[in-house]
């Protein structure tokens, strides 16, 4: 597969990640946050405040950061300095390309277990927001998954270019 | 090894990665987890990193760069690009080099808007090439003019770039953003003296339009009304304490809805297309500063920051110098290292140093980005060079850079006046507390 049908698979990849759930999630997230900080200035403004309006953009910003990765990673999105991968031989690029993705995947797996490792401990904390006493560990559940989807989506890259 | 040592490995390691095409946010992220492993040990490394990943996507004013990343994308649907240029065409365009001053304008009005230096680029570019080089433009002028135009989405708030300083430096993104008004203006004034200039030593290179009528050009300027509203409601807004930042991206988000709405380009397509875009983008911006956190972790672990402030403690001639080396360094790392790239190795580094020299971190970070945006315009990174050459592919990169060298030249005096006027930058914040 040539680099410019890779890049327009990737593309088609990415469009079609469009219209999945994944992005109903992270949109609807994102809107969210936005609705509510912006009521929330208005309430202020009228005097009237929206009492914990940061907690919920809080947790709705932690949904639609989670799933922006996801959404990243699925649209080859991550900035990179490309210079010197422009102008390698099509054999070294692809070496690098893979080497890059070994280390994007090592680092997601390495974010995953980190936050396993965290929630595993503070799981029987039940810890939640001090006013509206939103539970935190759905919330690291979200963070965790969508870092290890992260990582399938570039193991499978990296495998689909290795048998490539 | 000692802790040092590995500390500048580390720096070394994450070099070679970058110039290897490794996503910067991975790399960033490995080397300084591969550093807290070595010098900590795995647990605390990986406990870090668990903390770093979930208390950077939680984190409330990070969630200000989608909201406004969704603003632009939105203001884009709205033809806002296009209408910026042809009101600024309409009022200066048939002035010689009119039609570059109105460039720059125009990549100031959408650098307002998008807090990208690309996006300001490419966007500005297409509409604003074709029309220059249609009416007998120099190609070197016309790329040139937004090449170096279109850094100025960077340093216009609400800037991309001052977001991540401010959470990385941990700095107030209100008043960085305010800040960057007045570096942001004499910029904008430094490269229309530019322009001028170079018209009037070579008048053939912008030859002058027919000038178009005042009711043209009232109609032109009604149309990026609501745009300047926008602008300044969300601006204003944060300058006069109305709201936070991150609040200033929801309110500009109901702002720019309205907007589209108004001019009637909001559709389901138009929508579904900015928030998908705003996704992706914020991905990458999310995973960039997961690894600049971490690896700013483990840069402070070393000692390295310490270091280099003794190093910088040694060079003598005052803060001067010292501001003139650090800005020379960054100009030499920025001709190698992506912007970003640039921003996340640096700050960890050299903020200690800034404050050990009593100087302003807000300051820092507008001196940061306004190196940062250089290397945006000087090969071999230059990304706006290639930007504009994707847009006309018939102009080498060679003629893009030698249209570029006058606004380099009014860069380079810029970040002289910056350095030696530090109040550009801290008097206005300094006007608004009080």
């Not at chain 1, 990640?17 to 009521?39: C, E, K, N, Q, S």
């Not at chain 2, 002058?208 to 509203?229: H, M």
Request: aromatic share 6%; proline share 5%; hydrophobic share 60%.
């Amino acid at each position: 597969m040539s680099a410019f049908e890779t890049r327009t698979a990737e593309a088609a990849a990415a469009d079609s990640g469009a219209r999945g759930p994944l992005f109903y999630v992270g949109a609807t997230a994102l809107l969210l946050a936005m609705a509510v900080d912006a009521l929330a200035v208005l309430g202020r403004h009228v005097g009237l405040p929206l009492l914990g309006s940061l907690e919920l953009v809080q947790a709705a910003i932690v949904v639609a950061s989670s799933t922006a990765i996801v959404f990243a990673t699925l649209a080859n999105r991550h900035a990179a300095a490309r210079f010197l991968l422009d102008r390698s031989t099509p054999r070294v690029r692809l070496w690098l390309q893979q080497f890059a993705r070994v280390l994007t995947l090592l680092f997601f797996l390495i974010l995953a277990s980190g936050q396993t490792w965290i929630a595993h401990d503070l799981w029987d904390g039940h810890e939640d927001s001090e006013l509206l006493h939103i539970p935190f560990a759905p919330l690291r559940l979200v963070s965790i998954l969508a870092v290890l989807m992260a990582a399938a989506i570039t193991l499978r890259r990296l495998l689909r270019r290795s048998k490539a | 090894m000692g802790q040092l040592s590995i500390g500048i490995g580390g720096v070394v390691l994450l070099l070679a990665l970058l110039s290897t095409g490794t996503p910067i946010g991975v790399a960033l992220g490995v080397v300084g987890f591969g550093g807290l492993v070595l010098l900590l040990g795995l647990e605390p490394a990986l406990i870090k990193s668990g903390v770093v990943l979930f208390e950077t996507l939680s984190r409330y004013e990070l969630g200000v760069l989608p909201l406004f990343l969704l603003m632009a994308h939105l203001c884009f649907a709205a033809n806002a690009s296009r209408d910026f240029f042809d009101a600024a065409a309409r009022v200066i365009g048939h002035r010689r080099g009119g039609l570059a001053l109105a460039s720059v304008a125009a990549c100031a009005g959408f650098g307002a808007i998008s807090g990208s230096s690309l996006a300001t680029t490419a966007t500005i570019g297409l509409v604003a090439l074709p029309e220059m080089r249609q009416r007998g433009y120099s190609s070197a002028l016309a790329t040139g003019a937004v090449a170096a135009g279109g850094t100025l989405g960077q340093m216009i708030p609400p800037s991309g770039a001052l977001i991540i300083f401010g959470i990385i430096a941990e700095q107030s993104i209100g008043k960085l953003f305010v800040a960057a008004i007045v570096p942001a203006i004499t910029q904008v004034l430094l490269y229309c003296l530019a322009i001028l200039i170079i018209c009037h030593l070579r008048p053939s290179i912008a030859p002058p339009t027919p000038r178009v009528g005042w009711r043209e050009r009232r109609i032109a300027l009604l149309r990026v009304t609501d745009l300047a509203l926008l602008i300044l409601l969300v601006i204003g807004g944060i300058a006069l304490g109305w709201f936070t930042p991150p609040e200033a991206a929801s309110v500009g988000v109901v702002g720019a809805l309205a907007l589209c709405l108004w001019r009637r380009r909001l559709t389901w397509q138009s929508l579904r297309h900015a928030l998908a875009e705003t996704l992706r983008t914020s991905g990458m911006v999310y995973l960039v500063v997961i690894g600049a956190i971490i690896f700013s972790v483990f840069v402070s672990v070393t000692g390295l920051a310490v270091q280099v402030t003794g190093l910088f403690a040694t060079v003598g001639g005052g803060p001067l110098a010292k501001l003139l080396l650090m800005a020379l360094v960054l100009l030499l790392l920025g001709s190698v290292l992506d912007g970003l790239a640039l921003m996340l190795l640096t700050t960890p580094i050299l903020l200690p140093v800034i404050q050990t020299m009593g100087l302003s971190p807000i300051w820092f970070g507008i001196f940061l980005v306004r190196a940062m945006e250089i290397g945006f315009v000087h090969p071999p990174i230059g990304l706006n060079l290639y930007v504009i050459q994707q847009i006309a592919p018939d102009v080498s990169i060679g003629r893009i850079f030698k249209g570029v060298l006058p606004f380099l030249a009014a860069d380079f005096l810029h970040l002289l006046l910056l350095i030696l006027l530090p109040a550009m930058a801290l008097a206005l914040p300094k006007l608004l507390a009080t």
